[in-house]
């Protein structure tokens, strides 16, 4: 079982910024890519960005330029770092770590609790 714990959610006026962390934890356990996705009221969850274990990253069109995803290995950390904020940025920003324990055939998504993200404009 590996556990997710996102931080770094907050309130942020149009055009700043904000960084969120995301770290996983549990034991022997190999992880493929970490990524974050984003669920505003009434819409579905959509992904924002992810990168892979060898350091490939992937964004949804509405965040290039603006949003960047990085990774530290050594500790299980993701982070994403958020520019040039946009009102319709608001969401609840969830992380997901795809992963497998050793005993594991195949791989499985854990998700956090979610960290709220509004922007005001």
């Known amino acids: 079982q590996v556990q997710v714990v996102e931080s770094g959610g907050g309130l942020v006026q149009a055009g700043g910024s904000l960084r969120l962390s995301c770290a996983a934890s549990?034991?022997?356990?190999?992880?493929?890519?970490m990524g974050w996705h984003r669920q505003a009221p009434g819409k579905q969850r959509e992904l924002v960005a992810d990168i892979t274990s060898g350091g490939s990253t992937n964004y949804a069109d509405s965040v290039k330029g603006r949003f960047t995803i990085s990774r530290d290995s050594t500790q299980n950390t993701v982070y994403l770092q958020m520019n040039s904020l946009k009102p319709e940025d608001t969401a609840v920003y969830y992380c997901?770590?795809?992963?497998?324990?050793?005993?594991?055939?195949?791989?499985?998504?854990?998700w956090g609790q979610g960290t709220q993200v509004t922007v005001s404009s």
């Open positions: 549990g034991r022997r356990f190999s992880i493929n890519v």
């Open positions: 997901v770590v795809v992963a497998k324990g050793s005993l594991q055939v195949g791989f499985t998504d854990y």
